[in-house]
């Protein structure tokens, strides 16, 4: 069964809505999420990494003011795209992970598409 | 810092043969761990095989191996048997023991002929 639980799958919505996708994990606790973008043809570019309880790291580039993260519960993480635009669209991938010497496990990822 | 690199965007076997994808690394660390993701069109990421460094035996799981060569820091997964839902692209990924974040490859692109 799915480890981890990605919603939505799908979104579409107009220029300058936020938008929040949600990382779910289903079958331990998570004390670490990640919180990947991918464009068409291309690799996983990790966005940030999500600690319950503390705040999330940011890789060089992104804008945290952009892409807030929330990791209030050590199942639930968020990403919320504010003031969205069509640059923005792209595909978000989430993975979760119980200890740090285990493999991430993957959510089905959320397609984004600003109009 | 550490790099993943897949030399090859596009490889096609021919159904019931073996494929060879490459995939080489770069790192300071002793000790990680080197992943291979199946990502079909669905994009749904799954693990192929994990190798932990410390480990000199390639691993395996049924139809995927491994040629791990920590010396040359290449990393290639051998694919046997191809069959029709192995076509996928293919992430090879880096991640350190402590920290974990993968960095993975560019990916391969894994066509297979029927």
């Known amino acids: 069964g799915a480890v981890v639980s990605q919603h939505p799958s799908w979104v579409i919505c107009k220029s300058g809505t936020s938008v929040k996708i949600e990382c779910r994990s289903l079958d331990f606790q998570a004390t670490t999420m990640f919180w990947y973008r991918q464009f068409p043809k291309q690799s996983l570019m990790l966005m940030a990494t999500s600690n319950e309880g503390s705040k999330a790291t940011y890789e060089q580039g992104v804008e945290k003011d952009k892409f807030l993260i929330n990791h209030a519960s050590l199942t639930l993480s968020t990403l919320t795209v504010t003031s969205a635009h069509p640059e923005d669209s792209s595909f978000y991938i989430c993975?979760?992970?119980?200890?740090?010497?285990?493999?991430?496990?993957f959510g089905d990822g959320t397609r984004l598409s600003i109009l | 810092a550490q790099t993943v690199t897949q030399s090859q965007p596009e490889m096609s076997v021919q159904e019931a043969e073996t494929v060879t994808l490459s995939c080489t690394y770069d790192?300071?660390?002793?000790?990680?761990?080197l992943f291979w993701y199946k990502q079909p069109p669905s994009r749904q990421m799954i693990l192929v095989i994990r190798?932990?460094?410390?480990?000199?035996q390639n691993a395996t799981e049924n139809r995927f191996s491994v040629n791990f060569q920590k010396a040359a820091k290449s990393f290639s997964l051998k694919i046997s048997d191809s069959q029709l839902g192995d076509a996928a692209m293919y992430f090879c990924?880096?991640?350190?023991?402590?920290?974990?974040?993968?960095?993975f490859g560019q990916g391969t692109e894994l066509s297979v002929k029927p």
């Open positions: 790192t300071s660390e002793s000790d990680y761990y």
């Open positions: 990924a880096y991640s350190r023991v402590q920290g974990g974040k993968l960095i």
């Open positions: 993975s979760v992970r119980a200890y740090s010497n285990q493999p991430q496990h």
């Open positions: 190798q932990e460094a410390y480990k000199q």
